[in-house]
């Protein structure tokens, strides 16, 4: 695994999934890691215990995306627990498939997105940046999280939402590297169909699709996009910036996909 033996690391939304994976590699590569989550504070409590465990540093922090207030109070508090940070993973986002939010409205779930998952990414991406960059640490990175097929699209309620939200991450986080750059690296891992809560329940129908759409024909797991997100913020990924790197096992062309239930 990458060395990040000395680094301080940040992962939104690392309670569960995802973002729980990254913060358990970012740490097993050597890192201390600030763990945060918006409700689920047993599931970050957790994953600190879990990294303590291990004999790795881990402090929890919680704030709720949806404040812009709240998102600077927490760069600020994040900052402050080691006294810096090498490298931020923007993995938070708001769960509009799985928990209550299913419910809202497409215009109430496309409004929440927005918040938690683009606001706060380019928000909260722009000053930390500009605190990388006053640190003056070598190595310093920023990670934000997109979607593999948000540039070509999906069909559905669904496909609208991330395509749109995703697209604007991804855009914004291209130019960021522009503007950070040489200081601070930013690049994007654009996960594919990956089996965190939403795919644990889906039907035959979405699970013969994942499969179908990747060359590797199988699910993603948490831990193949935390093994990425671990080698876009270390030492061996120096020269690489700007850059969307796709974890999805090969998106799959060719394929004609069923219409999901």
Partial sequence: ????????????????????????????????????????????????????????????????????????????????????????????????????????????????????????????????????????????????????QSERGMEGESGEMFAATKSAITAFSRSLARSLAPQVRVNVVAPGWIKTSWGETASDVWSRRAIAESLLQRWGTPDDVAAAIAFLVSPESAFITGHVLPVNGGLNHSHLPERGQ
Avoid at 117 to 143: F, K, N, P, W
């Fill in 1 to 148: 695994m990458p060395d990040l033996t000395g680094k301080i690391a940040v992962v939104t939304g690392s309670s569960s999934g995802i973002g729980r994976a990254t913060a358990l590699r970012l740490a097993a590569c050597g890192a201390s890691v600030v763990v945060h989550a918006a409700k689920n504070r047993s599931g970050a409590s957790e994953v600190c215990d879990e990294i303590r465990r291990l004999g790795g540093n881990a402090e929890a922090i919680f704030c709720d995306f949806r404040d812009a207030a709240d998102r600077l109070r927490f760069v600020e508090a994040a900052w402050n627990v080691w006294g810096g940070v090498d490298c931020w993973v923007n993995n938070a986002g708001a769960d509009v498939l799985t928990g209550a939010d299913k419910e809202l409205s497409f215009a109430d779930k496309l409004k929440l997105l927005w918040q938690v998952d683009v606001e706060s990414t380019i928000e909260l991406s722009r000053e930390v940046g500009r605190r990388m960059i006053d640190q003056q640490r070598a190595g310093a990175a920023i990670v934000n999280i997109g979607w593999d």
